[in-house]
């Protein structure tokens, strides 16, 4: 009777380092499953960021050139309004003593 005893508390070791081998073994293939991932979510976010950096660039230097382009639109537009009204200043001082009776 005793040797049966022996036998099922035998099985039960077996049985118990099985279950704590398998465990470690499920721990330590989990565990690099989620590094390898991490590893893998790392280089996806790196290569992100490059395309965001670059994207920025990009439209950093769009962003330059079109605003130059539109200051030297700008300051023409002006100028050519300066030139404008000193080419009819006379006919607006003409105007205004016209329209305010003074053209005597």
């Known amino acids: 009777m005793m040797d049966l005893f022996e036998w099922i ?3 039960q070791d077996v049985y118990d380092d ?3 081998n398998a465990r470690d073994i499920n ?3 989990i565990e ?3 590094e390898e991932q991490d ?3 790392e280089e996806f976010l ?3 960021n ?3 950096k670059t994207a920025l660039g990009n439209l950093a230097v769009d962003i330059d ?3 130059n382009v539109f200051e030297k639109n700008l300051n023409s537009a002006i100028k050519n309004i300066e030139d404008e009204f000193q080419k009819n200043v006379p006919n607006l001082e003409k105007l205004i003593i016209d329209k305010v009776g003074l053209d005597f």
């Open 9 to 11: 508390r035998d099985i």
């Open 27 to 29: 721990l330590k293939q």
């Open 18 to 20: 099985l279950v704590n």
């Open 50 to 52: 490059v395309l965001v």
């Open 65 to 67: 050139k079109k605003t």
């Open 46 to 48: 790196n290569k992100i």
């Open 39 to 41: 590893k893998k979510f």
């Open 32 to 34: 690099a499953f989620r």
